[in-house]
C-alpha cells in the first residue's frame, strides 16, 4: 500500500513518452499472467503485471488506483486503522509517502487519448 514507482515497458514508454510512472497501490492481489491479447505496459517490484491494455479493444487494467488521491488513502487507512487491520505504524509509514508527487494525471490523460485513436 503507498506510493509505487512502475517501470514501462517498451510499448508504454511509446505511450507514455518516458520510462516510468508514479502511482498509488493498495491491494493484496494481483494479475501474475497476461491474458491473451493483452499487452503489458508496466511493471514493479511488486509485480510484473501493472497496467494491461487490450491490443484490439478497449479495454484497460491497472494494478494500482490513478483514482485515488492522498486524502482517499488517508480516508482507506484511516477506517482500516480503526477496524483493526492495520497498525498505526504501518499507518504512519503510508502517510509519509502521500506527500510524494503521483502522475496519475498524466496516465489518464495518456490513456484516453490512446482510446480515442483507436
Not at 505511450?15 to 493498495?26: G, N, T, Y
Not at 494479475?31 to 501493472?50: C, D, G, M, R, Y
Not at 482517499?72 to 509519509?96: A, N
Request: with cysteine.
Amino acid at each position: 500500500m503507498g506510493y509505487s514507482c512502475l517501470q514501462l515497458s517498451s510499448k508504454g514508454q511509446e505511450l507514455f513518452s518516458r520510462s516510468d510512472l508514479r502511482i498509488l497501490q493498495m491491494h493484496q492481489d494481483h494479475v501474475t499472467v497476461i491474458p491473451p491479447e493483452f499487452i503489458n505496459l508496466a511493471s514493479s517490484e511488486l509485480s510484473k503485471v501493472q497496467i494491461l491494455m487490450h491490443a484490439h479493444k478497449k479495454i484497460l487494467s491497472f494494478q494500482g488506483h490513478p483514482e485515488y488521491n492522498s486524502e482517499i488513502i488517508q480516508m482507506i487507512v484511516d477506517y482500516r486503522v480503526e477496524k483493526g487491520i492495520f497498525t498505526q505504524e504501518f499507518k504512519h509509514h503510508v502517510l509519509k509517502q502521500l506527500i510524494l508527487p503521483t502522475d496519475s494525471v498524466t496516465l489518464i490523460k495518456s490513456f484516453i487519448l490512446a482510446f480515442y485513436s483507436l
